[in-house]
T-cell receptor
Framework: DAKTTQPPSMDCAEGRAANLPCNHS???????VYWYRQIHSQGPQYIIH???NNETNEMASLIITEDRKSSTLILPHATLRDTAVYYC???????????FGQGTTLQVKP | SQTIHQWPATLVQPVGSPLSLECTVE??????LYWYRQAAGRGLQLLFY??????ISSEVPQNLSASRPQDRQFILSSKKLLLSDSGFYLC?????????????FGQGTRLTVV
């Protein structure tokens, strides 16, 4: 079973920030939080990952709470092309063995 | 640069027929390789993974098998397809070095068993 809980769906207006929450209350000390997204009928795409510190890259920001029991993926300026299913996964680093949950379907609307 | 190729993109096969899906990786050596399946309306499920030539681990019991005849080639097979084998099959690789922490996925094969 997936170790994460995400809302099944969210809407966001184009150009606004999309904030996608994830609960991972049973995360272990050696586990990272990874985010992938899957655009319809394509393979998943890596977005970002982190251990305890907040992270930012060209795609998104990841905010991890101090107790590491939850996190938020932030897409600062959502576009229509960001419409996808977003998966939050906790796993030890350096592995491709990923346990996917149902993810959050983000619909970006004009 | 690293790339992953997966084919065919779509496939329609009758029940009881054999299956062979191929995945190849370029630009990296000794990658970890993975086969995932996504049933309609569901999340991805890991089927097999391989850490080297001839080394295959199965994650779930099923009608499928996997083989790794070469370092960067991963094959998913079945002798006799079932209707329940329909789905979206994805190959992925992961660099065993520490340079790239993420997994890279192919574009997938959509299999319909009729």
């Amino acid at each position: 079973d997936a170790k994460t809980t995400q809302p099944p769906s969210m809407d966001c207006a184009e150009g606004r920030a999309a904030n996608l929450p994830c609960n991972h209350s049973t995360i272990s000390g050696n586990e990272y939080v990874y985010w992938y997204r899957q655009i319809h009928s394509q393979g998943p795409q890596y977005i970002i990952h982190g251990l305890k510190n907040n992270e930012t890259n060209e795609m998104a920001s990841l905010i991890i709470t101090e107790d590491r029991k939850s996190s938020t993926l932030i897409l600062p300026h959502a576009t229509l092309r960001d419409t996808a299913v977003y998966y939050c996964i906790v796993t030890p680093s350096n592995t491709g063995k990923l346990i996917f949950g149902q993810g959050t379907t983000l619909q970006v609307k004009p | 640069s690293q790339t992953i190729h997966q084919w065919p993109a779509t496939l329609v096969q009758p029940v009881g027929s054999p299956l062979s899906l191929e995945c190849t990786v370029e630009g990296t050596s000794n990658p970890n390789l993975y086969w995932y399946r996504q049933a309609a309306g569901r999340g991805l499920q890991l089927l097999f993974y391989s850490v080297g030539i001839g080394q295959i681990s199965s994650e779930v019991p099923q009608n499928l098998s996997a083989s790794r005849p070469q370092d960067r080639q991963f094959i998913l097979s079945s002798k006799k397809l079932l209707l329940s084998d329909s789905g979206f099959y994805l190959c992925a690789y992961h660099d065993q070095g520490l340079a790239w922490p993420e997994a890279f996925f192919g574009q997938g094969t959509r299999l319909t068993v009729v």
